[in-house]
């Protein structure tokens, strides 16, 4: 159990300025885990599609270490990243993946509908733009609720091509709701380039126009991202009303799916090569003293190992279980 007494192992232990040990600890746990999913996935121990951030970390992590333990967070499908970045368990989303019981869904969701209410996680959703709405009705519940905590809406730039997500804007920006819009504009929905969608991609532009301010950051540098994130946060706990970050990055694998896709032929591998070379998790990394990297990354491998056991050791759900929680 992570405590506010480690300055290094809780990433929600607000500091002044970001803890580098402790981003880099998460940045190495999300990679790492997202790897062990990829190596798993052809066992087919892993019952769901998997949709991976490898290569995206920088962004949940770089926002979720500027926000408190209360505040509350909403991803898309592609929420590993989230999850594990505000604190979700590590062997309740491997259960999950797994099918298990003891999953972060009780086994009935998979990768797509994860879930954490403990750690302030909104449920998670394979269709694209729908968890936007919901975090902005929490955002207004809140309010209601005369507190100073806020909601990240993650989401990516499929995302915004839908009606709800203008929608979720204006009502936001009408009711000076506290509410943090963060795009991951990794440059495609599926297989569809920005440049066969958008007539421009000035996003934040467009943003702006609802009264929103809005940020762009070109790179997806995770010290960046902090500091967007905590200016905006901090803003939007003064009653400001809602803001805009938007954050160019770039997913390393296949849409959904453990494996590479450059193949594919809707983009090259000359593509990924400055993405990787301005990956966030080894530059961080560098950025330590080589004695506390050596103990993160095996504090990280240790979790991992411990996560997957779990996944493993759990039961599957009963028969029992099919009909629970189902509604209509």
Known sequence: MLSCASTVTNPHCMTPEPNLERLY???????????EIARIYPSDKIKSPVHLSIGQEAVAVGV??????????????????????????????????????SGCARGKGGSMHLVAMGQYILG???VVGTTVPIAVGYALALK??????????FFGDGAVEEGVFYESLNFASLHKLPVLFVCEN?????????????ATERLCERVETFG?????????DVLTVWNAASD???????????????????RWREHVGPSEDYSAGYRTRDELRPWMENDQVRILGAM????????????????????????????????????THVYA
Request: glycine share 8%; charged share 25%.
């Open 64 to 101: 979720c270490d500027a926000l408190r333990p209360d505040d509350v967070v909403s991803a898309s499908y592609r929420s590993h990243a989230t999850y594990i970045a505000k604190g979700g368990d590590l062997g309740a989303l491997f259960a999950e993946l797994y099918g298990k019981d």
């Open 288 to 323: 330590l003293d080589p004695a506390a990297k050596i103990r993160i990354d095996a504090w990280v491998e240790r979790e991992l190992a411990a996560a997957v056991e779990f996944a493993e050791t759990s039961p599957f759900p009963d028969s029992g279980q099919l009909c």
């Open 186 to 198: 990794n440059g495609y929905a599926i297989h569809t380039p920005l440049s066969k969608r958008w």
């Open 212 to 220: 929103i301010p809005a940020r762009h950051i070109p790179d997806s």
């Open 25 to 35: 600890q998460r940045l190495q746990l999300i990679r790492r885990a997202e790897e």
């Open 232 to 250: 905006a946060s901090a803003r939007i706990r003064g009653g400001s009303g809602p803001e805009f970050i938007e954050c160019r990055t770039y």
């Open 124 to 126: 998670t959703s394979a």
């Open 144 to 153: 209601r609720g005369g507190t100073d905590r806020l909601v990240v809406s």
